[in-house]
């Protein structure tokens, strides 16, 4: 199950690829990659939750409806069936390292009587983060970043940006997508690094392959087996970004 309740559901969350040793061959040789704590004590695995201004599960960062592709959809994301979700929400709660963009992502959303959150994580340093960048596409800047929990990653694009004050970037709201690729049941051992730099096996979540890296600046969406969640729309973007675009 991608979500959790706010309760104390991550300890149903236990599977046994997190009890099992890292297999060298599961990382890229090539390069020196930021590691991440994995438990090998039989504990629960759950992605770092320093975010900007996290505390206590406060919500920071700036939040939007999220409109989702359908119900299906969605049921595949959550690994459940949907009834009828309700509240769909996204937070984006971001900072800036050097030139690229860490920090957390929340996918919030009610059901059944129960309020659902899932968490994503894209690290807090320039090398865990470095593909996720803004850059020009067909004349137009975007921005685009991996985030990842348990059970899966996502990527938020964000293609469209609408000034609503004096050209500052105060008044600047946002549209975008959501993208998921859940990693699937699995025994493979979980290897100490963010899936965005593994490059064989079930926790390979790049888009934009090139070689043992990403090309994260080649299209917009991402490819390679990711879906589209859904979208959003009026994005405070200097609340998302932290005042640091």
């Known amino acids: ?124 340093s320039e090398a865990e983060s470095q593909y996720n960048k803004w850059f020009t596409k067909s004349g137009k800047k975007v921005w685009h970043g991996f985030f990842e929990d348990y059970l899966g990653a996502i990527v938020v694009v964000i293609d469209g940006v609408t000034d609503l004050g004096d050209g500052g970037t105060a008044d600047q709201t946002a549209t975008g997508s959501v993208w998921f690729k859940n990693f699937g049941y699995t025994y493979a051992p979980r290897p100490p690094a963010w899936c965005w730099f593994v490059s064989l096996g079930p926790y390979d979540c790049r888009a934009w392959k090139d070689g043992n890296g990403v090309a994260t600046t080649r299209s917009v969406n991402p490819d390679n087996g990711y879906k589209k969640l859904g979208t959003f729309s009026g994005l405070d973007l200097n609340g998302a970004f932290n005042g640091d675009l």
């Open 1 to 124: 199950m991608k979500t959790k309740l706010l309760l104390s559901f991550v300890a149903l969350m236990a599977v046994s690829c997190a009890k099992k040793e890292f297999a060298a061959n599961a990382v890229s040789s090539a390069t020196q990659v930021p590691v991440v704590d994995i438990p090998t004590d039989g504990s629960t695995y759950v992605p770092d939750q320093t975010g900007v201004g996290y505390d206590d599960g406060d919500i920071y960062g700036s939040t939007a409806s999220f409109q989702v592709t359908s119900l299906n959809v969605m049921s595949e994301y959550t690994g459940r069936p949907m009834n009828n979700p309700q509240q769909i929400e996204v937070n984006l709660n971001l900072a800036k390292y050097g030139d690229s963009t860490g920090g957390t992502v929340r996918i919030s959303y009610s059901d059944n009587g129960y309020r659902y959150e899932g968490y994503f994580t894209a690290g807090h």
